[in-house]
């Protein structure tokens, strides 16, 4: 199936996730939304990004609708992904609750964890990995070769994209494929990009102390727009934060960010930011490349083009 996609006037709106990739190929639920297409056998010539399952259908329109509507692409996938299949055997090991939510590919691994499906559904993915001691609440969805660390606590609405590490308290967020949070620390009202790393006791706060509205960058408009009660850590591709670094509320960081130093960072970080300065162009490929050969990949030329010309901006 072919998918002609023109998003160039929603770049803006949902940055920093469509800098680096068609709007189209965000992850909203288990699926990008081009997987959703695909698996509704649609061919269309254009599309207006919605998340079309089941007759339903609802528009990523600004970045923050990723973590708003993933509660909804969460169940709607799952309806999709499962229908007619039957689910591996679940161990006895673990402690279930509504079993009849969860289905688990082939290939997993999950021992003496706590899953509670009542609430919404659970989806493991193919060759995912779930460590002893871990909780989980659905909805929630752990995709390809995704990993979930001893002990951690993930509450719904939350998806681990493919070969992404999740450890510490997760609540309500989305982690596209090959990030880490692998450590303690907290993650609410969240989006990580892909290749992303946050250090150990990593924290983000999600609410505000007065309950007040959150305001995050708007990069079309240049400004700081309200998006709700609560809203965390919208953090783009290649970014990494230091051991104990604490976001604020609302915090938005650019693509290829390397952020450390004391004290609270900026609620708005733009791309190639290193420290307080301008990342080296040279240096900031390396370091990607470093990254992903940590995972048993390589950086393309594709990948370079697309960062020299964010660079060159």
């Excluded at 609410?207 to 959150?214: C, F, G, I, R, Y």
Aim: proline content about 3%; aromatic content about 10%.
């Amino acid at each position: 199936m072919e998918i002609i996609f023109d998003d160039s006037s929603l770049k803006d709106q949902l940055y920093p996730f469509a800098q680096t990739r068609n709007a189209i190929d965000i992850r909203v639920g288990i699926l990008t939304i081009r997987e959703k297409w695909e698996l509704l056998n649609t061919r269309s010539s254009t599309l207006t990004l919605p998340g079309v399952i089941n007759n339903e259908s609802k528009e990523i329109l600004s970045v923050f609708d990723i973590v708003r509507y993933n509660d909804w692409a969460l169940r709607q996938d799952f309806a999709l992904i499962t229908k007619g299949r039957r689910s591996q055997t679940i161990s006895s090991t673990n402690s279930i609750i509504s079993p009849e939510n969860i289905f688990i590919e082939e290939g997993v691994k999950m021992e003496y964890c706590i899953i509670n499906a009542s609430a919404g559904p659970v989806y493991i993915g193919k060759n995912a990995e779930i460590m002893e001691g871990a909780m989980i609440r659905g909805p929630f969805a752990l995709c390809e070769g995704g990993i979930v660390k001893m002990g951690a606590k993930i509450y719904g609405a939350t998806t681990i994209g493919p070969y992404s590490v999740a450890g510490g308290e997760i609540k309500n967020s989305v982690i596209f494929g090959h990030s880490n949070k692998a450590h303690d620390g907290y993650l609410g009202d969240s989006v990580l990009g892909e290749w992303c790393n946050l250090g150990a006791g990593t924290t983000n706060s999600n609410v505000k102390n007065t309950a007040s509205e959150v305001r995050i960058w708007n990069n079309a408009t240049k400004s700081y727009d309200g998006v709700g009660m609560k809203a965390g850590l919208l953090m783009g591709d290649y970014s990494r934060a230091a051991i104990n670094t604490s976001f604020n509320t609302g915090t938005v960081v650019g693509i290829c960010c390397n952020i450390f130093g004391t004290g609270f960072p900026p609620k708005y970080i733009p791309d190639f930011t290193w420290g307080n300065e301008k990342y080296e162009f040279e240096k900031a490929i390396k370091d990607i490349a470093n990254w992903k050969k940590l995972k048993g990949a390589d950086i393309t030329e594709y990948d370079k083009q697309i960062l020299t010309t964010l660079y060159k901006q």
